[in-house]
């Protein structure tokens, strides 16, 4: 499946952003999704991420309340969406997906991923 992350920005603190991954290649329908972010100078870390069936989700600590993953089947589309956004929520953004149905957070489960999109928050 190919992946094409959109929606990255410049927002100010507080404000909020829903990224979009637009998939091709392969239907969304039974495929886990994620998301995962790196800021400049640290490791790449998961931020989300939701089963094939869509009824399951995963977030890291740090923005669990804030970040909401989703997919929408009809359009083979996911989304990450944002509210709260913190300074430290600065990154590329990329997302992911499975071979499978199945929840991971682990990012050696993701054979797919998209090319990132870079979101930078201002204080």
């Known amino acids: 499946v190919q992946l094409q992350a959109s929606g990255g920005g410049l927002v100010q603190a507080g404000g909020s952003l829903t990224l979009s991954c637009a998939a091709s290649?392969?239907?969304?329908?039974?495929?886990?999704m994620g998301w995962f972010r790196q800021a400049p100078g640290k490791e790449r870390e998961f931020v989300a991420a939701?089963?094939?069936?869509?009824?399951?989700?995963s977030y890291a600590d740090s923005v669990k309340g804030r970040f909401t993953i989703s997919k929408d089947n009809a359009k083979n589309t996911g989304y990450l969406g944002m509210i709260g956004l913190k300074p430290d929520d600065t990154a590329v953004y990329f997302c992911?997906?499975?071979?499978?149905?199945?929840?991971?957070?682990?990012?050696?489960?993701?054979?797919?991923w998209g090319q990132g999109t870079e979101l930078t928050v201002s204080s």
């Open positions: 992911a997906a499975t071979g499978g149905s199945y929840l991971s957070a682990n990012p050696s489960a993701f054979g797919s």
């Open positions: 290649g392969r239907s969304l329908r039974f495929t886990g």
């Open positions: 939701i089963g094939g069936s869509g009824s399951t989700t």
